[in-house]
């Protein structure tokens, strides 16, 4: 016999038909939770919230950091930082990164539109079906581009990659998505490729994600093949900033970063050479609605430090798959609109820059705090 816990909510989610507060008063009877802050935080327009069961909504601390200066044409006005995060000290340590920046003459930046990909696997009799099937995928790719590209109009074919292992092909297609992260479009187009190649060439689709994608997960190949987009920043930190701002050298910077960032991420057998991308990825993702779990993604990537002329510091950071948008999805939620605002992007490749300088801002920060030795005073006054 089912536990009475388990049939109630069996129960509760065949109603698909019912609200949020029908859903809240089953739970109510069920557990005796009130959902008195739940209710609060509700995401009023139930049309337009992707989520099943849905019972209200949960509130994050959102706190904002800047102005962040970008050099160059592409982004005029002043941009800020939402950061939505529980953790103290973390905004505290991006502004601080940011009163850097605007004092250095701002950051560099730069961005490439990699695409969204979607990695099926098929399977095959032989290696020598393998080789027949590899050369089939490359003759009739333009014919795959024109299945993929039927299903939406905002979304272009790129290429693809192919790998063989046993019985197995696996299979890497990229596409651009335009402002939208794109996993669904991309699924929906790799859906139409995979019944093409079944129809022509007779070649069955396993899983239409394989693995092979790779999507939210930790990965080599997104490392280096990457995935979204590629996004670098960079600054060159005269030597007084340093000393007045930052509270230590640009030499003692250095060496932190190369003990931590470089030969301890080696010896630990880390896919990020970084501070805590992590940190800034997530609070980020958070207050401008992208998908959370694409911050696996975006923790991979290398910080680089050196000693320039006059002992300023060049500082940059890397990152090579970063899934997000300022279209669909968690960007269409109102609180999530207001902060994407604040960021002043037009488009993903402008959020994309954002991102950018708020990472190598708290990078900048936490190694400066590391190298001073002000961590855990900072987190005591701030974090708790």
């Known amino acids: 016999m089912f536990p009475c ?4 909510v069996y129960s509760m989610k065949l109603h698909t038909g019912i609200n949020s507060s029908a859903r809240r008063e089953i739970l109510k009877k069920e557990t005796g939770v009130l959902f008195i802050s739940i209710t609060r935080a509700e995401v009023n327009d139930e049309k337009n919230v992707k989520i099943e069961n849905n019972i209200g909504g949960t509130s994050i601390p959102l706190g904002v950091a800047g102005p962040l200066l970008i050099r160059g044409e592409e982004i005029k006005r002043n941009c800020y930082i939402p950061l939505a995060t529980t953790e103290g000290a973390l905004v505290a340590s991006v502004q601080r990164g940011c009163k ?14 990699v695409g969204a990909t979607r990695g099926p696997v098929f399977y095959v009799s032989s290696l020598k079906e393998f080789k027949k099937f590899s050369a089939w995928l490359s003759v009739h790719e333009e014919e795959l581009k024109k299945e993929a590209e039927k299903t939406s109009s905002h979304l272009q074919y790129k290429k693809m990659d192919v ?8 299979t890497r297609f990229y596409f651009d998505t335009n402002d939208a992260m794109g996993m669904n479009m991309v699924t929906i187009a790799t859906q139409a490729i995979a ?18 994608d790779v999507d939210k997960k930790p990965s080599w190949m997104n490392f280096i093949n990457h995935r979204g ?12 900033v340093v000393q007045k701002v930052l509270h230590t050298t640009s030499r003692k910077i250095y060496e932190v970063w190369l003990a931590k960032c470089m030969i301890g991420s080696a010896m630990s057998g880390s896919l990020g050479f ?23 993604e ?24 970063v899934m997000m948008a300022t279209v669909g999805g968690g960007t269409k939620y109102e609180t999530q609109k207001e902060a994407l605002a604040l960021t002043c992007a037009r488009n993903v490749e402008d959020l994309g820059k954002v991102l950018g300088g ?3 801002a708290g990078e900048l920060s936490l190694l400066a705090s590391l190298a001073e030795g002000s961590l855990a005073q900072s987190h005591q006054r701030l974090g708790r």
């Open 163 to 170: 790998q063989g292992v046993g019985n197995y092909v696996y």
């Open 229 to 240: 987009l590629q996004v670098w920043a960079e600054i060159i930190v005269p030597a007084l």
């Open 274 to 296: 970084n501070a805590h991308y992590a940190n800034v990825v997530a609070a980020f993702f958070t207050a401008t609605g992208q998908d959370l779990a694409h911050v696996v």
């Open 358 to 360: 708020a990472v190598l």
């Open 298 to 321: 975006g923790s991979m990537g290398i910080t680089t430090t050196n000693i320039v002329e006059n002992e300023s510091l060049y500082f940059s950071v890397y990152l090579p798959a």
């Open 195 to 212: 019944a093409f190649i079944k129809k022509k060439a007779g070649i069955e689709c396993l899983a239409l994600a394989g693995n092979f």
């Open 100 to 113: 850097v920046i605007g004092l250095s003459g701002g950051i560099s930046t730069n961005v490439n539109k």
């Open 5 to 8: 816990h388990y049939t109630t």
